[in-house]
């Protein structure tokens, strides 16, 4: 019905399971302003180690915590930042010193975290870092933390990329032989010269600054399912990428590609804007908010990845609790109208206020009333096929039937509508679902 661009990994599991978390984690939740703050504030690699490395020392760290939040909460998969731009490492790699075992946390973080997600049945995505402001081969360019450095080209001449390159491949070895099945890999990212608005002569880097090509030939060798992200700049590579990853925006349609077929794809959202623990930010989203969101993603075909930044001590704040709990309570009436789902057929146009998830399996079509409209639904296009309708979150009937003529007469519904009869109260949940039984 929906034609979409087939992927190497595999996806099959992605495009049923919709909801997933994403999880930042690492020094930066101790200055918690940001999981840039090294880069924004250029604070030098021996202050800022000095500061968080040494006192990285999450002691109320608990998997198990975390995984049943989530779980809770209705997702099904879960990616966690195994390093994030300034390096640091959350698992024991063999190749560096600057990892969670040398910090006061003293032990691997991730494999006890891909165990326990794994145990509530979730599916286990790493996310890696491309870019290193630590890692002395790295080259210093126009986003690193010494950008701004009055000896860069100075430094640079006894940087080798190459090094980089090999420890980098070295690592993601490492993480896809040591922990199991991954099922999903997260690059982050390029910014070569030219690119999303880029100048001509902006100093970033790209596909040959990882060598691209190689890292995901071995990504797939080593694990021949997993799903890879778009950001290793290699989107005319057959074999490239896997899935699209608009970022903090609300697509406004189904992404497509270059020839215009819809691609597997997941929107990465936070909760207040940063994706590490940010102490003092006040924008966090309502769970209304965050469900709209999941609802209007799965109405276009995606998935929504949403963010936790877990704080130093290692848990998932209040807010955050609060939020995955409200999204849990919804999810659990619910959760029939996201997994499985995706956008209608496109010959069942939309009705106002609402968003359509579609599950062609089962044949129901589910209207996420948006907005609580006074006693009626018009269905445009549907009369004749639909056999039965219900409220979601109860069960209980919803009575179809005919525009009146009065209605019509008044454009009041269309001929070819057929019409839900809706209680005045809104049923008292965030947002109601009808499920309607397609003949
Ligand atoms: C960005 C940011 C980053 C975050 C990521 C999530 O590219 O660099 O901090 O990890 O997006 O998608």
């Given amino acids: 019905m929906h034609q979409v661009r087939p992927t190497t990994g595999d996806s099959n599991w992605f495009v049923n399971d919709r909801f997933g978390l994403f999880i930042h984690w690492g020094l930066y939740a101790l200055p918690a302003r940001h999981e840039w703050v090294k880069q924004r504030e250029e604070i030098p690699g021996d202050v800022y180690d000095s500061k968080y490395f040494t006192r990285f020392d999450p002691d109320l760290y608990d998997p198990d915590v975390w995984a049943a939040a989530a779980s809770d909460a209705g997702m099904k998969y879960f990616v966690v930042t195994t390093?994030?731009?300034?390096?640091?490492c959350l698992w024991d790699s063999k190749l560096t010193d600057y990892k969670a075992t040398?910090?006061?946390?003293?032990?691997d973080l991730i494999g006890p975290m891909a165990k326990a997600f794994r145990d509530r049945d979730m599916k286990v995505g790493f996310y890696h870092s491309l870019i290193d402001w630590h890692h002395p081969n790295f080259v210093i360019d126009d986003v690193h933390s010494m950008r701004?450095?009055?000896?860069?080209?100075?430094?640079?001449k006894t940087r080798e990329q190459q090094q980089y390159i090999d420890y980098l491949h070295g690592q993601v070895r490492e993480l896809l032989t040591d922990y199991g099945r991954v099922d999903m890999l997260f690059y982050d990212f390029s910014y070569p010269a030219g690119s999303r608005g880029r100048a001509a002569d902006f100093v970033g880097k790209g596909r040959r600054d990882w060598d691209s090509e190689a890292l995901i030939k071995l990504t797939r060798h080593l694990q021949p399912d997993i799903l890879v992200d778009d950001r290793l700049d290699l989107f005319d590579a057959p074999g490239g990428w896997d899935y699209r990853t608009p970022e903090q925006f609300m697509p406004r349609a189904w992404p497509t590609d270059d020839a215009g077929t819809k691609v597997v794809w997941e929107t990465c959202q936070t909760f207040s804007g940063s994706w590490g623990y940010h102490r003092d930010e006040s924008s966090w989203k309502s769970v209304?908010?965050?469900l709209r969101m999941l609802i209007e993603v799965v109405s276009k075909g995606g998935n929504l990845l949403l963010n936790v930044g877990p704080t130093g001590r290692g848990e998932f704040d209040d807010r955050a609790l609060d939020r995955l709990q409200g999204m849990g309570a919804w999810m659990r009436r619910h959760g029939r109208a996201i997994y499985g789902c995706t956008a209608a057929p496109p010959d069942i146009p939309t009705p106002q206020n609402c968003c359509l998830t579609w599950n062609p399996q089962t044949r129901r079509l589910y209207v996420h009333i948006l907005a609580w409209p006074f006693k009626q639904l018009s269905l445009d296009g549907l009369a004749g096929r639909v056999e039965y309708a219900q409220l979601l979150n109860d069960a209980s009937e919803v009575f179809l039937r005919e525009p009146t003529p009065h209605q019509l007469e008044m454009g009041g519904a269309d001929a070819g509508a057929v019409v839900l009869d809706l209680p005045v109260e809104q049923p008292r949940v965030e947002i109601p679902v009808v499920e309607l039984f397609l003949k």
């Fill in 102 to 107: 040398n910090t006061p946390a003293r032990r």
């Fill in 148 to 156: 701004n450095h009055p000896d860069r080209a100075e430094l640079n």
């Fill in 83 to 88: 390093k994030h731009h300034d390096g640091f």
């Fill in 288 to 290: 209304d908010q965050l």
